[in-house]
């Protein structure tokens, strides 16, 4: 397996990408690594992985021609790499506007799919269970196709990499009751009423209760759903920290508990989801967090070698073929 990196355009920098590398080459040593990027920020990489000089990265706000302009940029080497070498996967933390324009117009829609859409797992309170949510923010706006095509994407990403049989269904909106929901949402109610394992609406403070193997969202509210979820994690773990340190007792009370309360962290902890897929590609397209340190940047290389693997793409070519 072949999988190229994009090192530069994240938050913090390259030191932790080259990182996030080793300790993923340590556990998968039979993978290759392609690093794109500055090569006197690679040298930590030498002889383990093939390096690429890159010096220019893609600024945040960078639009989609502007990224197709800057060709000698990590992000546009890399995914050329992808493109021309039939690689398996490619992984940035770049600008995320500019890292979903340039994989669209580089690698094209999937024959059939009409917008590509960003997937991640979720966890749920059943422990070891994820929920796919998608979009997450790859679009501002969706139609009712897309979000039909959405839920076809969802549970072929659910079967192939949770393993999930007969993955149930739901539309996230703000109310259970059919006829609930945005114009958009209430006309694809009406597109998934046979969809296998279609289970009606769901509402967001019951999304991650375990019920829902797929839940579909155009990208603005998934988007939202998504900075929420991650928000009130902070806002959780920086409570219970100050409840603890109060003082003498509730340090000692803390031992009693510190099991159970490591296991909320590790489920709470948005970082070992490493990214989001960019789904309805010809490739493995995965975005990790801006903000990625070494910890989360191994766990999106994790992602891309698990999709590959499936092989998800030909699952999704195969099932919207189908549609």
Same mark, same amino acid.
């Given at each position: 397996m072949k999988l190229v990196v994009d090192t530069m355009g994240g938050d913090l920098g390259s030191g932790v990408i080259v990182e996030g590398?080793?300790?993923?080459?340590?556990?998968?040593?039979? =993978?290759? !690594?392609?690093?794109? #990027?500055?090569?006197e920020d690679l040298t930590a990489l030498e002889g383990k992985c093939r390096i690429i000089h890159a010096p220019d990265i893609v600024p945040m706000?960078?639009?989609?021609?502007?990224?197709?302009?800057?060709?000698?940029?990590?992000?546009?080497?890399?995914?050329?790499?992808?493109?021309?070498?039939?690689?398996?996967?490619?992984i940035s933390c770049g600008s995320t506007g500019g890292f979903l324009a340039a994989s669209t117009i580089t690698l094209k829609l999937i024959t059939g799919v009409k917008r590509a859409a960003l997937v991640a797992?979720?966890?749920?309170?059943?422990?070891?269970?994820? =929920?796919? !949510?998608?979009?997450? #923010?790859?679009?501002?706006?969706?139609?009712?196709?897309?979000?039909?095509?959405f839920a076809v994407m969802g549970r072929l990403y659910s079967q192939s990499v949770f393993g999930v049989k007969e993955p149930q269904v739901f539309l996230l909106s703000n109310g259970t009751e059919e006829g609930k929901g945005s114009p958009e949402v209430k006309e694809a109610q009406k597109l998934l009423k046979d969809f296998p394992g279609y289970q009606g609406n769901i509402e967001a403070r019951v999304a991650l209760d375990g019920r829902a193997d797929v839940i579909v969202t155009d990208g603005f509210t998934g988007n939202v759903f998504l900075k929420g979820t991650e928000g009130i994690a902070k806002f959780m773990s920086s409570l219970m920290k100050k409840a603890f340190k109060k003082n003498f007792w509730t340090k000692l009370g803390y031992l009693h508990v510190r099991k159970g309360i490591k296991e909320i962290a590790e489920t709470m902890d948005y970082k070992s989801t490493g990214g989001a897929m960019l789904l309805g590609l010809n490739g493995v397209v995965v975005k990790a967090h801006g903000s990625s340190d070494a910890y989360s940047f191994k766990c999106a290389l994790d992602v891309a070698k698990k999709l590959a693997e499936n092989k998800v793409i030909d699952k999704i070519k195969e099932g919207m073929s189908n549609v």
């Open positions: 590398i080793l300790d993923f080459l340590k556990q998968n040593p039979n =993978v290759e !690594i392609i690093a794109v #990027g500055r090569k706000e960078a639009g989609a021609l502007e990224v197709m302009r800057l060709r000698n940029s990590s992000m546009m080497v890399a995914l050329k790499l992808l493109k021309d070498e039939q690689l398996d996967g490619i797992p979720f966890p749920t309170y059943i422990k070891g269970k994820k =929920v796919v !949510i998608l979009d997450i #923010g790859a679009n501002n706006e969706n139609s009712p196709e897309e979000l039909h095509q």
